[in-house]
């Protein structure tokens, strides 16, 4: 069963830095560009980064840029998300989402993991 | 950035009724467009790829239309388990945008 697993959220001051964690298992990661989106609190979508199968692109959303960076251990089967410098907006649910083998950016999500929630606070 | 709009924002309709939501882009995106189902309190799934593509899987209810600027999801006989919010997602300008969702809810 393919199965991707957040790990890593959790309280953070404004101003701090949290990394996350995706597992991934049931399928073989190297082959596939992945993605992280977020969902805040009663709110949409949003897109915040992608890394290709061999970790030669990297996108992110401009609300991001410069503060998250996106790295990937095929190796480990896992997927990482360091966040810095840490706003109150930033609080959100933490999705990573496998992309289509295939594509060098990003394209659509599936699956999904079961999220992890950030929470930005004082 | 490509904005997408979605229409309703929310929906009530009865079991057994045929919905449709529409999804505009600001400007072309092709057939670029993915459609999602989300259930409270669970993450995304997805339905329909590249506007008109039933995901393997989903029920053949579903279905997705459209290209350039204007694309519709349609159910064409709503269960009490398609209670949920659906988006679409467009990939062929980065930034990945989505449209702001569309809460569907029996009536």
């Known amino acids: 069963e393919v199965q991707l697993v957040e790990s890593g959220g959790g309280l953070v001051k404004p101003g701090g830095s949290l990394r996350l964690s995706c597992a991934a298992s049931?399928?073989?990661?190297?082959?596939?560009?992945m993605n992280w989106v977020r969902q805040a609190p009663g709110k949409g979508l949003e897109w915040v980064s992608f890394?290709?199968?061999?970790?030669?692109?990297?996108y992110f959303a401009d609300s991001v840029k410069g503060r998250f960076t996106v790295s990937r251990d095929n190796a480990k089967n896992s997927l990482y998300l360091q966040m810095s410098s840490l706003r109150v907006d930033d609080t959100a649910v933490y999705y990573c989402a496998r992309g289509r083998s295939g594509y060098s950016g990003p394209n659509c999500f599936d699956p999904w993991g079961q999220g992890t929630l950030v929470t930005v606070s004082s | 950035d490509i904005q997408m709009t979605q229409s309703p924002s929310s929906l009530s309709a009865s079991v057994g009724d045929r919905v449709t939501i529409t999804c505009q882009a600001s400007q072309g995106i092709s057939n670029f467009l993915n459609w999602y189902q989300q259930k409270p309190g669970k993450a995304p799934k997805l339905l329909i790829y590249d506007a008109s593509n039933l995901e393997t899987g989903v029920p053949s209810r579903f279905s997705g239309s459209g290209s350039g600027t204007h694309f519709a999801f349609t159910i064409s006989s709503l269960q009490p388990e398609d209670i949920a919010t659906y988006f679409c997602?467009?990939?062929?300008?980065?930034?990945?945008?989505f449209g702001q969702g569309t809460r569907l809810e029996i009536k």
């Open positions: 049931g399928f073989t990661l190297s082959a596939y560009g």
């Open positions: 890394i290709s199968s061999s970790s030669r692109h990297k």
């Open positions: 997602q467009q990939y062929d300008h980065l930034p990945i945008t």
